[in-house]
Each structure stands twice: as structure tokens, then as C-alpha cells.
């Protein structure tokens, strides 16, 4: 105790070393709260003061929707539309996103145990690939699958059991709770949901679309198969305007040499979800190629209103059904 309180020189008052803690602790957290606001403000006015980014898929008998933020949904996309390009049922899609799930989020991050990397923490010294190319999620997506389809009968083996095979984790029951997820994601994104997944996007100064971009990562994803082969100025050109307004747009056909989706065996029924597939696809996707509005099946979704999700317009028959619409912003 210092010798200035022994003796009763404070008495009744709080020693200055007491005063200047605390005004150091006010201090503190003033500037706390006002990070905290900054913070809320800067994601408010990012959001165009609407909510926050967020996507979700509803399934019926599902009473509380399934949700992503953006980048996990943008991964996931990208790992059912690698299937799709493979022709794998939608059982593969369902092991490859519960195994994402457990093993990074479904997201490509940087880092892992020991030297794992990306969506499926593959390692480079256990000959996955170079780090660059784990870090892509279409090559890690790839990898994952090629070493699933050496699994004999893999799609009628437990979950966990199919996704261990692949993984050999330390934790190899961890999978199974991310099973219901992962199953309700699958049916969405592979398209047999049809209109179950959306996203609600930022408002705000929107940045130009890249037809190009998108006709690329389109084939990078799905393959050569997805564009038609009509070039600029017919559907699946890339060229042309949408409602006047300069924007871009690119008409996909919903069946491909006659199989639809991962897995499709040909016939409407694939083509539809297939169509749903590619839509649903393009949705996830909008933040990252500044896509503006999908159309399929009577269905629309707009980013600028992306909160009212699919909503129905004309059109919606079999012509309706045959082709997927892709606008990108002007």
C-alpha cells in the first residue's frame, strides 16, 4: 500500500494510480463500442442498409431453412457442378459437401493441419497436387471425386465410411453429422429441389458483368458440353441486350447430350434438373460475376430484389423449361 494512503492522505478519496485505471478502462471500452458501430455501419452500408449476404436452401417437410453465407455457397456450387461434369449421382455430391463441411467450412482456406490445404484439406506432400492447385476449388473438387469413384460401390456405403476411404481422418465419424445438411444442399444445388436454393445479394454500386468470365468458368466447371455451339449473336452467344437496359445475356440450354445433371440419365425429367442445377448455380455464383437475373422454368430471380427470391413470371411451359437465362450486370 502506497505510504501516502498508510497515512490517511486519501482517506475517503480514490488514490490517482485507481483514477487513471479507470479512466483508461472508459476509455478502452468507448472505443470499443465505437469499433463495434463502425463496424455494424460499415456492413450496413454495405448491404445497401438491407440485411446481410446470405443464401439458403428450403425443402419441403423442412420447417427452418438451411443457410450459407455467399463464399460457402459459391464453394458448394462449385463442387456439385465438378460432379455434374463427371456424370456422378447425386449421392457423390451429398459425401463431397458433408466432407467439406467437416473439413474446412466450405471454405478454401490457407491453412490446416500440418499441410492441408483448401475445401477438402488435401495435402501436397500426400500427392494431392502443388498447393496452388489444391487451393482451386474446381482441382481440389476433382481430386476428391476421382478418388471416390476408385471406392467400389461407394454410393451405398455409409456416409463416413465412403468419406474416410477418401480422406483417412483422424476423425473419421465426424462426417456423419453433417449428413442431413449435406442432403438437403445436394438436392438443392444438383437441381431434383428445383427453386429451393436462393441468395439475397448486396445493394449498392454494381460492378459490370464479364459474359466471358462467365461463359469460362461455366465450361471450367461444367464442362465444354454446358455452352451450346452458336456463336455471338445467337442463344448462348453472350451478346445482345436484355430489357434494353446494355446487359448481357446468355441462354443455356437445360439438357446436354442427352443427360441432365450429375447423374442425369436423359430424358425431361433430367433436363429440368439440370436446368435447376445451372440456375441454381448462376445464383450462387451472382456475387462474384455480377450476374443480375437468372431465368428457368417460369421462374425468376433478380439481384437487385434477390430478397423476394424465385418469383414467377410468364413463359413458364415446356419452352420455358428448355433453356436457362443468365443476364450479367451492364
Known sequence: MPAAVRRGRYRGRVPPSDVLRRR????FVALAVLGGVGAYLLVHLNTGGGPAPRCEVRTAGEDEPYELDPEQAANAATIT?????????????????????????????????R?????????????WGTEEQILDPVYASGKFY????????????????????????????????????????????????GGAFTCTTAKGAARPGDPALLRKELKREFGDSVLPESGAGGPGGGSGDADGGGRQVLVLPAAVDGAGGAGGGGGA???????????????????????????FAGREWRAEDSADGWRRVGGGGAAGAASVRIVTEP
Open 24 to 27: 483508461l478502462l472508459r476509455a
Open 146 to 193: 476421382e478418388h471416390l469413384a476408385e471406392i467400389p460401390g461407394y454410393s451405398r456405403l455409409p456416409l463416413t465410411e465412403a468419406a474416410q476411404r477418401v480422406q483417412r481422418s483422424g476423425f473419421p465419424q465426424a462426417y456423419a453429422k453433417h449428413e442431413p445438411a449435406a442432403a438437403r444442399l445436394s438436392a438443392a444445388l444438383t437441381g431434383r429441389a
Open 81 to 113: 457442378a465438378v460432379a455434374s461434369s463427371r456424370r456422378l449421382p447425386e449421392r457423390a455430391v451429398t459425401i463431397a459437401l458433408a466432407t467439406a463441411m467437416q473439413e474446412s467450412a466450405l471454405r478454401n482456406i490457407e491453412h490446416g493441419d
Open 269 to 295: 425429367e433430367d433436363a429440368t434438373d439440370h436446368g435447376w442445377e445451372l440456375a441454381h448455380w448462376a445464383v450462387a455464383q451472382a456475387p462474384r460475376l455480377r450476374i443480375a437475373q437468372v431465368s
Open 115 to 127: 499441410d492441408s490445404l483448401g475445401l477438402f484439406q488435401q495435402r501436397p506432400s500426400q500427392g
